[in-house]
């Protein structure tokens, strides 16, 4: 006989409104603790000192996870002029001051700079594997960094206040793999008055908002309340799919998916495009795949009967 697995076939998305203090993977692990979920994990790290929108993928949901790491990411954060730090943020040393504040009409003028698809270097306290290690394993070891630059997409980027002169808050939309601390350090060398991050809320994943987030507080109390309050805050699967294609297909068509094997698309409704496009039948989410050629060839199946 087989090793039991731990834990019970949980699947869907649960966005948490992570609290500040807690590291991603804390925040999966409580999340998985609460729903005695066998299997868990989260689209885009946020860092201890970030709060907000983590979406939490639980049992067959995390084979969707890629599709809502890629999307667009929204951010509202402050920065704090006149210092910089080695982490970039307000959790590292101070390794350099300035005297210098940037006029509202200066930090405006900047913002076009850093809009569009622009050249980022990563901070040197980042997750990025170099050699093998994690560059912030490094970086506390006392070693030298360099990280290269690398492209990445900032759709928006607007400032919303400046309530003094000192502090500056900004609201960003964009894409995977930009650091918005990176984006406070350039700024502030940009201005030659140096600047980090003192604040940082993400109120957006791809199709996640902040409204449909669940503090971890609600969530405790939830899970005291009994099974069905804690489903009652599950999205379906499919959430993380709103950007996709989708087509119902017949149950001799799913079988031949959940198989691994493509079908033909047929009918008034199939998409007429080449792309990615998720499969139900009889409103069981089955496949995820890409139409080629007028098939649908799946990426990743769905097996309920054997998940975990």
Not at 97 to 107: F, G, I, K
Not at 162 to 169: F, G, K, N, Q, V
Not at 172 to 197: F, I, Q, W
Not at 278 to 293: D, R
Request: aromatic share 4%.
């Amino acid at each position: 006989m087989g090793r039991r697995k731990k834990g019970r076939a949980i699947h869907g998305w649960l966005v948490l409104d992570k609290p500040v203090g807690m590291t991603s993977t804390q925040a999966v692990g409580a999340v998985r603790r609460l729903f005695d979920a066998r299997k868990a994990g989260h689209a885009g790290t946020l860092d201890p000192l970030a709060t907000g929108v983590l979406p939490i993928a639980l049992g067959e949901a995390t084979k969707t996870v890629p599709y809502a790491v890629d999307g667009t990411k929204h951010y509202r954060f402050t920065v704090r002029w006149g210092a910089g730090t080695d982490t970039d943020d307000a959790e590292g040393r101070i390794t350099a001051t300035s005297e210098l504040r940037p006029a509202r009409e200066a930090v405006e003028a900047l913002l076009p700079r850093f809009t569009g698809s622009i050249l980022q270097t990563p901070p040197a306290f980042s997750a990025i594997k170099v050699d093998g290690n994690r560059a912030y394993d490094l970086a506390r070891a006392g070693e030298v960094v360099e990280l290269e630059a690398r492209l990445v997409q900032i759709d928006s980027l607007d400032l919303r206040d400046m309530p003094d002169a000192d502090t500056a808050i900004f609201e960003a939309r964009c894409g995977k793999g930009t650091y918005v601390r990176a984006l406070a350090r350039d700024m502030g060398s940009e201005l030659e008055c140096l600047g980090h991050l003192i604040a940082l809320r993400r109120t957006r994943v791809a199709p996640f908002d902040e409204a449909q987030a669940v503090r971890l507080s609600d969530l405790e109390a939830a899970a005291e309340e009994g099974e069905d309050a804690l489903h009652a805050l599950l999205l379906p699967i499919e959430a993380a799919l709103q950007d996709l294609a989708a087509i119902s297909v017949g149950q001799n068509d799913a079988a031949r998916l959940l198989r691994g094997q493509a079908v033909l698309i047929r009918g008034r409704d199939a998409p007429t495009t080449a792309g990615p496009t998720y499969a139900t039948c009889k409103g069981q989410l089955i496949a995820v795949g890409q139409i080629e050629k007028g098939e649908l060839r799946p990426v990743r199946v769905f097996n309920f009967d054997n998940a975990g």
